[in-house]
């Protein structure tokens, strides 16, 4: 089953299609001036434009890459430093060292995942254009509509065309059969099944050339015949409508057999925008045959390829010591396989695209690989500082000279400074002869009662050691109080 959506896209992604679906019309008409009319070549023409479009998101990305190729060893050395230690000085002595690092090569955490954060959405428009091309182009709508057009005008064209959907297997989103009532010959009120000209072109956007087939087999002696086959009962209840089968108005059988022949022209002419590779269909899944299978084993490979000369700049790549270098790597291998599993079950054209993004991100990764080995790291450390800086102060937020200070300090020093509070509060209650009267002995006997032993960085530590010190504070008031 085929899941396409057709009807121009709403929510967040609408302003990312509105400007796709411009190209893409745009190209599509460009090429028809060269009487050159094949929606696979008007996609893989979109994919080169869309890449040039996120051309900067993509340097962006490979600087972000470049800048942790350098940085990623000094993180390392201080997750190793402080491997196995958990307590909380030693957390935030870690902390404090990486954030110097980031903050010395002027980037984040989440600076390399900015760039693809940023482009996910447009990734996402640019596949719900590729699925909706007669949504957004205009030629390619018209050949479609001129059908819904006839078809709208013939009677019980709704359940007809629901029934054929179901019968082979048509999904389309945000489908909504409509009930309106009107008036026979014989003044008999009726219901009738409506659907719209854009669900109609939904539907028809995904016959490929054997739906097409079944589509014109009206020859009512054929017992193949989708006419023969319609169930209203089916309808009204598959899609909820509330109303009785003897209310429906019946449909026009002949109307649909004159149909056929006043649409062949435009189902040649929509098959052959459609045609790959001299006779696939792109709205076909190509599957594991010849010449389809090509589709399926080129996007495999380009992927392969484009996936090696992405990490080829790489100096982490062979790190074994480096767990998210190794995952990359195995993903290296098995995104290219999936590729090509997925390739073959969906719609030629989606494979066609990728085979299309994954050569001309190839070609653009080589040139920014060159480009960016020409680029001096230290340079680009101290504009990416620059930056931040200026993103700072604008923020009024300080520079990172206490953290670095902290970063200075020793993780020894800082528990050893830790220690000492606990251990002379510690000391201070439960050695009565360092208090100056036997009050603060009493005390300390009393606390002995409910003497635990705690980890000195857990908070039932830091909530005893407040506790203690204002006891203490109490005894020396009083003290001072009974001198006086």
């Known amino acids: 089953m085929n899941l396409m959506f057709l009807t121009q896209v709403g929510g967040i992604l609408k302003p990312f299609a509105w400007v796709f679906g411009i190209?893409?019309?745009?190209?599509?008409?460009?090429v028809s001036l060269m009487n050159i009319h094949s929606i696979a070549v008007c996609v893989i023409i979109f994919t080169?434009?869309?890449?040039?479009?996120?051309?900067?998101?993509?340097?962006?990305?490979?600087?972000?890459?470049?800048?942790?190729?350098?940085?990623?060893?000094?993180?390392?050395?201080?997750?190793?430093?402080?491997?196995?230690?958990?307590?909380?000085?030693?957390?935030?002595?870690?902390?404090?060292?990486?954030?110097a690092v980031y903050e010395k090569y002027g980037t984040t955490p989440m600076s390399g995942c900015l760039p693809l954060l940023i482009s996910l959405p447009i990734m996402f428009a640019l596949y719900r254009v590729i699925y909706a091309i007669p949504a957004y182009v205009n030629d390619i709508g018209e050949m479609y509509g001129t059908i819904a057009d006839q078809i709208m005008?013939?009677?019980?064209?709704?359940?007809?065309?629901?029934?054929?959907?179901?019968?082979?297997?048509?999904?389309?989103?945000?489908?909504?059969?409509?009930?309106?009532?009107?008036?026979?010959?014989?003044?008999?009120?009726?219901?009738?099944?409506?659907?719209?000209?854009?669900?109609l072109i939904d539907i028809m956007y995904q016959f490929n050339t054997s739906t097409w087939e079944a589509f014109r087999n009206v020859n009512l002696a054929d017992a193949e015949s989708w006419l023969n086959t319609i169930d209203i009962t089916k309808v009204i209840q598959n899609y909820s409508l509330g109303v009785s089968v003897e209310s429906i108005q019946p449909v026009d059988v002949a109307g649909f057999v004159a149909l056929v022949p006043n649409i062949q022209e435009s189902v040649t002419e929509i098959i052959s925008v459609n045609s790959f590779l001299g006779g696939l269909n792109i709205l076909n899944a190509p599957g594991w045959s010849f010449?389809?299978?090509?589709?399926?084993?080129?996007?495999?490979?380009?992927?392969?390829?484009?996936?090696?000369?992405?990490?080829?700049?790489?100096?982490?790549?062979?790190?074994?010591?480096?767990?998210?270098?190794?995952?990359?790597?195995?993903?290296?291998?098995?995104?290219?396989?999936?590729?090509?599993?997925?390739c073959a079950m969906l719609p030629i054209c989606v494979g066609l695209y990728w085979v299309a993004s994954a050569v001309f991100g190839t070609i653009q990764t080589i040139f920014i690989n060159r480009y960016m080995d020409k680029v001096d790291v230290t340079e680009l450390m101290e504009a990416n500082a620059a930056k931040a800086a200026k993103k700072r102060a604008k923020k009024g937020i300080t520079t990172g000279s206490q953290m670095a200070e902290v970063a200075k300090t020793s993780t020894k020093s800082i528990q050893t400074e830790e220690s000492k509070k606990f251990n002379n509060a510690y000391d201070y209650k439960n050695n009565p002869s360092s208090g100056k009267n036997s009050n603060k002995g009493a005390k300390a006997g009393e606390y002995k009662r409910s003497d635990v032993s705690y980890s000195a960085s857990s908070i039932s530590a830091n909530a005893n050691l407040l506790k203690r010190n204002f006891e203490r504070q109490n005894a020396e008031n009083t003290e001072n109080t009974e001198k006086e």
């Open 291 to 342: 010449p389809g299978i090509i589709i399926p084993l080129l996007a495999a490979l380009t992927q392969f390829v484009q996936s090696k000369v992405a990490m080829a700049g790489n100096k982490q790549q062979n790190n074994v010591d480096n767990p998210a270098a190794q995952s990359m790597k195995m993903m290296n291998y098995v995104m290219p396989l999936m590729s090509m599993f997925f």
């Open 153 to 199: 005008s013939i009677q019980g064209y709704g359940q007809a065309m629901l029934s054929f959907v179901k019968e082979n297997g048509i999904a389309v989103s945000g489908l909504k059969p409509l009930i309106d009532v009107v008036k026979g010959v014989d003044d008999i009120t009726y219901n009738i099944i409506t659907l719209t000209k854009e669900n």
């Open 23 to 30: 190209v893409m019309n745009a190209i599509y008409e460009f």
């Open 48 to 99: 080169f434009v869309t890449k040039m479009l996120m051309l900067p998101l993509t340097i962006k990305q490979q600087k972000a890459t470049k800048l942790s190729s350098q940085m990623n060893p000094e993180i390392m050395k201080i997750q190793e430093k402080y491997k196995g230690k958990k307590d909380e000085a030693s957390m935030r002595k870690q902390q404090a060292e990486m954030q």
